[in-house]
């Protein structure tokens, strides 16, 4: 089964940036090493949410305004990776091996519906 890892920067990405060059590298060998999983399928960083444009239907209108789409959680959604896993308990084994849940990120896990 597919389950979309959907990783929420509160800040990591901040937090990331004041480590050490030492530690970042290692961070970011980390992210290129959880990447080359097998159970991982795709995945990508996101561009800031600045960058965002969210679209609407408003009576049979298409309308598109700058920004993201407010987040439950008001946190920004900063990446996501799409991975194959046998149950929720395997995916969410999977998404707490994110590296950038140790820089205070969270990892909403959701089940792909299948056609």
Known sequence: MKYLLMVYFDGAQERMTRLPAREQAAIAQEFVAF???PQIRDGNQLQPPATATTVRDRD????????PCPAASGEPLGGYYLVEADDLDAAVVIAARIPAMRLGAAVEVRPVIHR
């Open 60 to 67: 049979g209108e298409t309308v598109r305004t700058p920004g």
């Open 35 to 37: 990447f080359q999983s």
